[in-house]
């Protein structure tokens, strides 16, 4: 277990390259999972959106047609980074110019990107929260008093 002394020093934010660092709320916790949970789709519609859903895309993989191929690959990589970072920017309320925009005067680099993403993932440890769900879990779970019987049966004498 760890040292709840420790954490109740720590900041509640953090400032590191020009962004505030908070902890997450509730409020937007729920924003960010319901961004990931339509990213997939968002993906497929801006990756091709000509060539129809995901069942289609991958039956193109399996037609070997390397052209076609090539060019969902191409458009992948050009798409995902910007949707990532968009989601980023969602969640840690980034600007997204800072992300996204080249000519942005005080854009933030890779390493300073992971920077604040790392002291995010610090500040939001969510480790208590998971083991309080499974606490929760454990204490609702139905509770079956031992009877000698499995399932209905009398279990066999050894």
């Known amino acids: 277990m760890k040292n709840k002394s420790i954490k109740m020093?720590?900041?509640k934010t953090k400032e590191l390259h020009g962004i505030k660092i908070v902890?997450?709320?509730?409020?937007?916790?729920?924003n960010a999972l319901d961004t990931l949970e339509n990213l997939p789709s968002v993906l497929i519609k801006l990756?091709?959106?000509e060539m129809g859903g995901l069942s289609e895309i991958l039956k193109q993989f399996q037609t070997g047609n390397f052209d076609i191929i090539e060019k969902i690959i191409?458009?992948?990589?050009?798409?995902?980074?910007?949707?990532?970072?968009?989601?980023?920017?969602?969640?840690?309320?980034?600007?997204?110019?800072?992300?996204?925009?080249?000519?942005?005067?005080?854009?933030l680099s890779l390493n300073d990107l992971i920077e604040i993403v790392i002291e995010f993932w610090k500040l939001n440890d969510m480790t208590d929260f998971?083991?309080?769900?499974?606490?929760?879990?454990?204490l609702?779970?139905?509770?079956?008093?031992?009877?000698?019987?499995?399932d209905g049966l009398r279990l066999p004498k050894v």
């Open 23 to 30: 902890k997450l709320p509730v409020a937007r916790y729920i």
């Open 47 to 49: 990756v091709l959106p």
């Open 74 to 107: 191409i458009q992948l990589l050009k798409t995902v980074p910007r949707e990532f970072c968009k989601l980023l920017s969602e969640l840690l309320c980034i600007p997204e110019e800072r992300l996204l925009d080249a000519d942005c005067k005080n854009a």
């Open 130 to 138: 998971f083991m309080n769900v499974q606490r929760f879990k454990e």
């Open 140 to 150: 609702t779970a139905p509770k079956t008093a031992n009877t000698g019987y499995k």
């Open 9 to 11: 020093t720590l900041p």
